[in-house]
């Protein structure tokens, strides 16, 4: 049924009611090609066809390809959100997930291990206090004693020795023996030079040591930190490879996205699908609406939100739907060459759908507010 014809039909019963009533009885043959089609003010009816559609429906599909293993439903089934509907093989996914979680346990046992022999700020404290307390030995203070005792009697050898140079009654002997003494001041003085040099270059060797300590603990405290990390690292890899895989096992089991029927199955267990290959359709049957096909901008602007609404079906002659303007398309179409919006009309009468179908040519009659 058009628009054209509905206009046509009416015109021609009008005209026949005139034509029983009126008191001549002369007659007359309307062509209905000669009828004018006149525009229906603003206060009329609003008429678009339409066709019958799910209030929501999806084409389910798998992200990877697989083989099935179980189809669990059939079409005219209803489902719940979260029912699995259909499964593909998972074998080749759960021994990698097994191989995967014995690599995350195997990360996760070297960690530990790695933990147990960290070289903590404590302990590389404590070995630096010790190594430089070291470094303050009484070696240098005692050389420095020595050095002062042996000043002292170097100085009062020379003393004694030019006194008795200044006594020229003193016999050689005498001077000879200052001469002697005075020698070996000078040697002992000497020598605890040489000791006090020595302690210095021991302390100085001392010193490099602990630097050297200092620096070889903390590189290995560095050393381990980044061994820490690479483990660290190691086993949050070895934890997403195993999201990943139990990711891809809970994605072979095909679920319900909503509330819904299966409309459509499309496959077979032992089938090998492919991804983004429509498995099953799952619709609301229990939902219908109406969506426009025809109606144009020049109608549109007459239409709005929560109009009340009637419903006619080709198939269905004598039964009428009653519904609500649910949404008016924001982006135009194009129907045989008229810019056209889509109106969906929600159907109300939910109980009284009967051999209401999916895809069904139906006239929305849009009331005047």
């Known amino acids: ?83 699995a509907l259909a499964r593909q093989d998972t074998a080749l996914l759960e021994l990698s997930l097994a191989e995967a979680q014995a690599n995350v346990a195997l990360q996760r046992a070297v960690l530990a291990q790695l933990a147990a022999t960290r070289p903590t700020s404590r302990t590389v404290e404590l070995e ?22 042996a ?25 000879e023996a200052y001469a002697e003494t005075l ?14 040099e020595q302690a210095r270059l021991a ?72 991804p983004g290959e429509t498995v099953l359709v799952l619709a609301t049957l229990d939902r219908l609406q109406a969506r426009t096909t025809d109606l144009t901008e020049l109608d549109v602007v007459r239409v709005a939100e929560e109009q009340s609404a009637t419903v006619t079906v080709d198939a269905l002659p004598g039964q009428e739907f009653t519904g609500v303007v649910r949404e008016i398309a924001l982006q135009p179409g194009n129907y045989r060459g008229d810019v056209v919006y889509d109106v969906i009309v929600e159907l109300t009468d939910a109980e009284g759908f009967g051999a209401l179908r999916w895809g069904m040519t139906a006239m929305v009659e849009v009331k005047p507010p």
Request: charged share 20%; glycine share 6%.
């Open 1 to 83: 049924m058009t628009k054209r014809m509905l206009l046509i039909g009416m015109l021609v019963l009008a005209l026949g009611l005139l034509a029983g009533c009126g008191g001549s009885a002369a007659t007359e043959t309307v062509s209905a090609d000669a009828v004018p089609v006149v525009a229906p003010d603003a206060g009329n009816t609003v008429v678009a066809e339409a066709v019958i559609e799910p209030a929501r429906w999806s084409e389910l599909r798998f992200d990877s390809a697989g083989t099935l293993v179980e189809v669990l439903v059939q079409g005219g089934d209803s489902v719940s959100a979260g029912d």
């Open 128 to 149: 630096l206090r010790q190594a430089r307390a070291q470094s303050s030995a009484p070696g240098i203070a005692i050389a420095e004693a020595e050095l002062a005792q």
């Open 151 to 175: 000043q002292i009697t170097l100085d009062n050898a020379r003393t004694e020795y030019q006194k008795a140079l200044d006594r020229p009654w003193e016999p050689d002997s005498v001077r």
């Open 183 to 196: 020698q070996r001041a000078e040697l002992a003085y000497q020598a605890a030079e040489a000791r006090l």
């Open 203 to 274: 302390q100085s060797a001392h010193y490099y040591g602990v630097e050297l300590q200092e620096i070889t603990l903390q590189q290995a405290l560095a050393e381990w930190e980044q061994q820490a990390a690479q483990a660290e690292a190691r086993l949050q890899q070895a934890e997403v490879a195993v999201q990943r895989i139990q990711l891809q096992i809970e994605e072979a089991t095909l679920r319900a996205s909503f509330d819904g029927t299966v409309a459509a199955v499309n496959v077979e267990v032992g089938d090998t699908v492919s």
